[in-house]
C-alpha cells in the first residue's frame, strides 16, 4: 500500500500553474503539443444529453467564461447530437477560436474514417480540430486495425490537409491496449485513459501507462475520474471532493468531466478553483481507506465488462 501511494505522490505534475487568484483555472501543458490547457475539460457526451440544446450550449459558453477551454467530443456520442451541440456553442461569439477542440474517430476503415472526420468537422462547424483521438481502443487488435485498416492513413491525411493538428487515441479497457499502441512507430500528441481512486489497485492506467506516456512526451487526458457512472460516490466510498482532489493530483494534462446540468459544473469550477495537490499522508490515508474496494474493480467495471463499450465498437468487433 505506501509503495503505491509514494510512486503517486512522487510523480505528481510539474506542469500545475498556480491560480492567480479564486476564479482562475489553472492550466497544464499538453504533452509534446506545447499548447497550454485547462485542468478540466468539457465532456462531449454528457453535453448532449439535455432535451433542450441550449441548456448544453449554457453549460458550455458558462465553462468557457469560466476558463475551462478543452471541449471533448465523439462522433457517435448521442448519435451526432453532441457534436452537433458543441458547434453550436462554439459557433457564437468567436468562442470556436477559445476553444481547444478534439473529438473521437470511431472508424477503423480508411474510407469510412474520411467520412467521419469531415462529418465531424460539419457537425462541429469548424474547419480543423485542435485534436483527433482513435476512439475506444478497447479490443486487443484494436492497434492493428488502426493501422491495417487505413484509419491511420485517414488521420495523417487530415492532419496534412489542415483538418488536424494533434493526433491521439482513447481507451477505458486494458492498461496492455494501451500499451500496444503506445509501441506502434508513431509519435502520438496524446493518450486518453481513466484516471481515477480506484484505478490504483485494478489493472492501474495510472500506474502502467502514465510513465509510459511521461517518457515518450504524450499528454495524458484523464477520464471516469467518478468511475463512469458514480457508484463509487453513491456507494459512500468515496466523496465527489476526494475523487477530483485525487486525479487532479495525478500528471495528467487535463481531466475530461461530464457536465449535464449547470449544478455540476458549478460544483467542478469549485472543486478546481479550490484544488491543493494531495500530500503524501493525504494520499496514504486515503488509499488505506479505500483498499478493500479497489483491487476486486466492482468500481470499474467498465475494464471488465463490454456493455460499457459503445455500440458502434462492438458490432465493429463481431460482438452484439
Not at 482513435?134 to 490537409?161: I, Q, S, T, W
Not at 475520474?225 to 487532479?248: I, N, P, Q, W
Request: hydrophobic fraction near 40%; glycine fraction near 8%; include cysteine.
Amino acid at each position: 500500500m505506501h509503495d503505491i501511494a509514494r510512486r503517486s505522490f512522487l510523480t505528481l505534475p510539474a506542469v500545475v500553474l498556480a491560480a492567480q487568484n479564486n476564479n482562475e483555472i489553472p492550466k497544464r501543458l499538453l504533452g509534446r503539443t506545447g499548447v497550454r490547457v485547462s485542468m478540466l475539460g468539457v465532456g462531449g457526451h454528457h453535453i448532449g444529453r439535455p432535451k433542450d440544446a441550449k441548456d448544453g450550449i449554457r453549460i458550455i459558453h458558462a465553462a468557457m467564461d469560466a476558463g475551462i477551454d478543452f471541449m471533448d467530443n465523439a462522433w457517435d456520442y448521442n448519435n451526432g447530437r453532441s457534436e452537433e451541440v458543441m458547434g453550436q456553442a462554439l459557433a457564437m461569439d468567436g468562442r470556436r477560436n477559445k476553444a481547444f477542440l478534439m473529438t473521437k474517430l470511431c472508424a477503423r476503415e480508411y474510407a469510412e474514417a474520411v467520412k467521419q472526420i469531415d462529418e465531424s468537422l460539419k457537425r462541429l462547424q469548424t474547419d480543423h480540430l485542435d485534436l483527433l483521438q482513435f476512439h475506444e481502443c478497447n479490443y486487443f487488435n484494436d492497434p492493428e486495425y488502426v493501422v491495417e485498416k487505413g484509419a491511420m492513413k485517414a488521420a495523417l491525411e487530415a492532419r496534412k490537409a489542415g483538418k488536424v493538428r494533434f493526433i491521439g487515441f482513447t481507451g477505458h479497457k486494458s492498461p496492455r491496449i494501451h500499451l500496444k499502441m503506445l509501441a506502434i512507430p508513431f509519435e502520438w500528441d496524446t493518450c486518453q485513459m481513466p484516471i481515477n481512486v480506484m484505478d490504483e489497485r485494478f489493472d492501474s492506467f495510472r500506474h502502467e501507462v502514465v510513465p509510459v506516456c511521461q517518457k515518450k512526451n504524450v499528454g495524458v487526458i484523464g477520464m471516469k475520474g467518478c468511475g463512469g457512472d458514480a457508484k463509487m460516490l453513491t456507494s459512500g466510498a468515496v466523496t465527489v471532493e476526494e475523487c477530483y482532489r485525487y486525479f487532479l493530483s495525478q500528471p495528467v494534462s487535463v481531466q475530461v468531466v461530464g457536465l449535464a446540468t449547470m449544478e455540476h459544473l458549478e460544483g467542478a469550477l469549485r472543486m478546481a478553483r479550490a484544488f491543493q495537490p494531495m500530500s503524501k499522508t493525504e494520499l496514504e490515508t486515503l488509499q488505506t481507506r479505500v483498499k478493500d474496494v479497489q483491487s476486486d474493480g466492482r468500481f470499474e467495471l467498465f475494464k471488465t465488462a463490454k456493455n460499457f463499450d459503445a455500440g458502434y465498437h462492438r458490432k465493429q468487433h463481431g460482438f452484439d
